[in-house]
Nanobody, 129 residues
Framework: QVQLVESGGGSVQTGGSLSLSCAAS????????MGWFRQTPGKQREFVAG????????YYARSVEGRFTISRDNAKNMVYLRMNVLKPEDTAVYYC??????????????????????WGQGTQVTVSS
């Protein structure tokens, strides 16, 4: 079955960096556009960054553009999120997920990710001021 395992979260001070990893299994990873999402208590999960199935195109939420970098390794079924210049407002639980519908269309991911199933446990990122 679909399994997504996020790791790499932790606690850092403002301006610090973290690298998140997501191990994917149970589906044809190379056919899926993948993304990172985050959620804070009492708020809806939000889109952070997306990458097409072949890794050629990426897209970021305005709040993280220029600070975060998404990448993937299709040989290892892994997707990564490098986070630099972290701010307290980046504090959240971070999740990865994807779908074959997003293989070439990250715009569709941004509009439809809330309908995705099989969310993992996420990884907590805490940024202190």
């Amino acid at each position: 079955q679909v399994q997504l395992v996020e790791s790499g979260g932790g606690s850092v001070q403002t301006g610090g960096s973290l690298s998140l990893s997501c191990a994917a299994s149970g589906f044809t990873f190379t056919a899926y556009g993948m993304g990172w999402f985050r959620q804070t208590p009492g708020k809806q999960r939000e889109f952070v960054a997306g990458i097409t199935a072949n890794g050629d195109n990426t897209y970021y939420a305005r709040s993280v553009e220029g600070r975060f970098t998404i990448s993937r390794d299709n040989a290892k079924n892994m997707v990564y999120l490098r986070m630099n210049v972290l701010k307290p407002e980046d504090t959240a639980v971070y999740y990865c997920n994807g779908d074959s519908d997003y293989a070439t269309d990250i715009g569709w991911m941004v509009r439809a990710y809330r309908y995705l199933e099989h969310w993992g446990q996420g990884t907590q990122v805490t940024v202190s001021s």
